[in-house]
Each structure stands twice: as C-alpha cells, then as structure tokens.
C-alpha cells in the first residue's frame, strides 16, 4: 500500500448558477514531505466545517484505481489526481477492505479510517455536471476520511503501514452501504453501533434507522 500523490489546496471562490460559491475542492498535487497535523495538511483547508473537516474528517482519502472506472466513465474529462478532492490518492486501499477504526502509519504520521465521503453538491461544481453526485454515491467508489491519531510528515511516495484492524469489522462499504443500499441490515447496523471509531453523527444516524426499523416491526 503506497501514498501516489499528495494534494493540498486552500479554499477559492468559483461561480456556480450564477452566484459565488467558498470552495477547496480544487487540490493539486505538491512535491515533497507535507506537515500532517490534527486537522488539516499545511497549505490545506475545508471551506464548510459543517460538513466538512474536523477531527474525524482531517485527511480525505481516494484509491488511484477508481480512476480508470471514472476514465471510462467520462471520457470527455482530464482526470488528474486530486479530482475528487482527495488529500491521500492512494494505491492499495479499499473501501471493502478497510473498518472503520482501522490504524494505519504514513510516513511519520498515524491514523484511523472513520468514514465514507458523502458527496457535496461541490463535487458536482468540480466536474461541471450535477448528476456527478448521483453517480458517485452510486459507483460506491466514495473513498473515505482519516482521523489523525500523531502528527508527522508525509510525501507522495511514502508506504501505507496497516498497523492494527477493528476487531468489529465494519467495512467503509459496510456504511455506504447501509445508509444508501440496504437500509433494513439490523445486524450490520448493531455492529456498526458497537464501532467505537465510528463518528458521533453517524452513530445518531443509524441509532434513528433502527429505532424505525423496530417500530415498522411492532406495528406488522
């Protein structure tokens, strides 16, 4: 498992159905070691905290093998890496493969996988086309966010250490999953629920599904 690029970008003002819409989807690749620090890489920033950035969202993450999926997929489009506004283009890592909690070392630094991205309407702004959003969420090609556990420098370049795996196996296509797919898999939602890596937000949210779920039961 390898870090390919590493991309950063402050936000920018871009116009979009005619008004000015804060964005800092446009990353672009830099050369060189990177401070990684709790919530952001130096030289980066989230326009929206509400929902984007924070503890659990600090380093977003996208697998460089989607992009021969999108390349078919939009042939008229450059597809340089940092499109989707990754920090972490990566070889080796899966949405499939990795649990929420899992830790991993880059280069000087330390995290943990917390969850899938969820698209914004920004990246629809990125690619020109507003069924971008659609098409993403379902390629199930989300990639996914680190939570920062020791700061550290990282480069393009720099291997991608497993060090430890959640021993409660809920895959980041485990929670694509359950909130776009398969919205009634109770036994994957309880599972989800003992993940102690996973984000409060999430945690509310699945709390919410399954309290539905018992209440559609007791009134079949």
């Not at 446009?26 to 050369?31: H, I, M, Q, T």
């Not at 283009?89 to 969820?118: C, Q, S, Y």
Request: aromatic share 12%; with cysteine.
């Amino acid at each position: 498992m390898k870090l390919i690029s590493l991309n950063v970008s402050l936000p920018r003002i871009v116009e979009w159905h005619g008004e000015p819409v804060t964005t800092g989807i446009f990353k672009e690749p830099v050369n060189g070691p990177v401070m990684l620090r709790r919530l952001n890489l130096d030289g980066d920033r989230q326009a929206d905290l509400t929902v984007h950035g924070g503890k659990s969202k600090a380093v977003y993450v996208y697998p460089s093998e989607h992009y021969e999926f999108w390349r078919k997929e939009l042939l008229e489009m450059d597809l340089p890496y940092g499109m989707f506004g990754e920090n972490f283009t990566t070889e080796g890592l899966f949405e499939d493969a990795v649990n929420v909690g899992d830790r991993f070392r880059i280069g000087e630094a330390e995290l943990m996988a917390t969850e899938p991205r969820l698209p914004c309407y920004k990246l629809g702004i990125k690619f020109g086309r507003a069924d971008m959003l659609k098409r993403f969420l379902q390629s199930r090609r989300t990639g996914f966010y680190y939570a920062v556990l020791k700061e550290g420098m990282v480069k393009a370049g720099d291997e991608i250490e497993l060090l430890s795996r959640d021993a409660n196996k809920v895959s980041i296509a485990d929670v694509t999953r359950l909130y776009a797919f398969e919205k009634d898999d109770l036994a994957t939602f309880q599972r989800a629920l003992n993940t102690e890596a996973l984000p409060e937000s999430w945690r509310e949210f699945f709390q919410h599904r399954i309290e539905k779920m018992k209440q559609s039961e007791s009134f079949d």
